[in-house]
């Protein structure tokens, strides 16, 4: 039967895309080491994924899988213990590759936690800022490739929508793995076109090669917390 929305669920698998908690750690939590690429989830991450998992809560999914990066498997935690759910470590929903794109401008040797803390914010800010410009990651000269990003990132998720037709799946990632693979279920040439916020929520449903976008960068669950951090 030709369904080119997939409104019903068993005909499709219906994906909900996370993005991991908060893992820019403030001066009082962080560890200098030189290495920032697979930091843990900060405070304000903690409590991110603590409301995911609780929204989450009544809804029955089949099956999650997640990056192997550390925030990820945190973010993930919350959710599938409560869940009662194992989690699959999938490595090509791992963030786009950097290398030393956006080096960390800090004096290591210093031993200012506020300005380190605020160095690593500068890098993610200035990483968003140049990639959503251009759209591509290629505007970072040693990143991953752009479009051999958003392959991989196509591939391993289409193959887990593959072997859960009719299935309810949490797959916990990042925002540029969210961006890639929401650009190709719209068709758009960028890999990167949305502000992907920290634990948001993006659902899909995919059938062979029919893909439909259902909801994108939901937060509400956020909505509680972010309203007493400005307090």
Same mark, same amino acid.
């Given at each position: 039967?030709?369904?080119?929305?997939?409104?019903?669920?068993?005909?499709?698998?219906?994906?909900?895309?996370?993005?991991?908690?908060?893992a820019?750690?403030?001066?009082?939590?962080?560890i200098?080491?030189?290495v920032?690429?697979?930091?843990?989830?900060?405070?304000?991450?903690r409590?991110?994924?603590q409301?995911?998992?609780?929204?989450?809560q009544?809804?029955?999914?089949?099956?999650?899988?997640?990056?192997?990066l550390?925030r990820?498997?945190?973010?993930?935690?919350?959710?599938?213990?409560l869940q009662?759910?194992?989690? *699959?470590?999938?490595?090509?929903?791992?963030?786009?590759?950097?290398? &030393?794109? =956006?080096?960390?401008?800090?004096? !290591? %040797?210093?031993?200012?936690?506020?300005?380190?803390?605020?160095?690593l914010?500068?890098?993610?800010i200035e990483?968003v800022?140049?990639?959503?410009?251009?759209?591509?990651?290629?505007?970072?000269?040693?990143?991953?490739?752009?479009?051999?990003?958003?392959?991989?990132?196509v *591939?391993?998720?289409?193959?887990i929508?593959?072997?859960?037709?009719? &299935?309810? =799946?949490?797959?916990f990632?990042? !925002? %540029?793995?969210?961006?890639?693979?929401?650009a190709?279920?719209l068709?758009?040439?960028k890999e990167?076109?949305?502000?992907?916020?920290?634990?948001?929520?993006?659902?899909?449903?995919v059938?062979?090669?029919?893909?439909?976008?259902?909801t994108?960068?939901?937060?509400?669950?956020?909505a509680?917390?972010?309203v007493?951090?400005?307090?």
């Amino acid at each position: 039967m030709n369904e080119p929305f997939l409104a019903q669920h068993a005909q499709a698998a219906e994906l909900w895309l996370i993005r991991h908690g908060d893992a820019i750690p403030g001066p009082e939590e962080i560890i200098p080491s030189g290495v920032y690429d697979n930091l843990p989830l900060s405070t304000k991450g903690r409590k991110q994924v603590q409301l995911l998992a609780e929204r989450l809560q009544a809804i029955a999914f089949d099956a999650a899988y997640s990056s192997p990066l550390r925030r990820c498997q945190e973010t993930a935690a919350p959710t599938i213990e409560l869940q009662h759910l194992p989690i *699959t470590i999938v490595e090509d929903v791992k963030e786009i590759y950097l290398a &030393d794109a =956006v080096p960390v401008e800090h004096d !290591g %040797g210093s031993g200012d936690l506020v300005a380190l803390s605020k160095a690593l914010t500068d890098r993610q800010i200035e990483i968003v800022r140049t990639v959503s410009n251009s759209g591509s990651w290629d505007s970072l000269r040693t990143s991953e490739p752009s479009k051999a990003f958003r392959l991989r990132v196509v *591939t391993a998720i289409d193959e887990i929508a593959r072997q859960h037709i009719g &299935d309810r =799946v949490l797959i916990f990632a990042h !925002g %540029g793995v969210i961006n890639a693979y929401v650009a190709e279920v719209l068709g758009l040439e960028k890999e990167f076109f949305f502000p992907c916020a920290n634990t948001s929520i993006t659902t899909i449903r995919v059938r062979d090669t029919t893909r439909v976008l259902y909801t994108l960068n939901d937060i509400g669950h956020l909505a509680l917390f972010n309203v007493s951090e400005r307090a």
